[in-house]
């Protein structure tokens, strides 16, 4: 009897030690994917830093790098620029436009008519929940002349 406890404690740890391993393999790449995120938005040296240490657009980035880390293939920015000043609203949208460049769709909605005039991607133009305009390299300004 004591032999055969002893044989299902082995097969019991065995089994813990390789859940621990596999745990321990997720974790190394969840921070893989984790730092792969990071280093693409451009804060790498910011990694240990809290929120509050952190300017809007570096939180901005931030934001961005949690929505791409598992490599979605599909992003939905709601006014990704929004409360940004125009320099680093152009920063934010060279990440955006990277992500998009590397098989990312990007939907994004943004009342920044510099924006999407800059980038003329394709444009979906709404007006009280209806489409009024889609244009394959569009810019904002070509529905207001």
């Given at each position: 009897m004591l032999a055969g406890m002893d044989v299902a404690r082995i097969n019991f740890s065995h089994g813990n030690y390789e859940e621990q391993q596999d745990r321990i393999e997720r974790v190394k790449e969840v921070r893989k994917k984790v730092m792969n995120a990071?280093?693409?938005?451009?804060?790498?040296?910011?990694f240990r830093s809290y929120p509050d240490q952190l300017s809007g657009g570096e939180q901005q980035r931030v934001s961005i790098a949690r929505a791409i880390?598992?490599?979605p293939k599909i992003l939905i920015c709601d006014e990704p620029t929004g409360n940004l000043d125009p320099s680093t609203s152009m920063e934010i949208m060279e990440i955006i436009n990277k992500i998009n460049e590397d098989g990312t769709t990007v939907i994004m909605a943004t009342h920044d008519k510099d924006i999407v005039?800059?980038?003329k991607k394709r444009v979906i133009q709404l007006e009280k929940g209806m489409l009024v305009g889609d244009r394959e390299k569009g810019g904002y300004s070509k529905w207001n002349t």
């Open positions: 990071i280093e693409k938005v451009g804060l790498k040296e910011k880390v598992n490599s005039d800059h980038y």
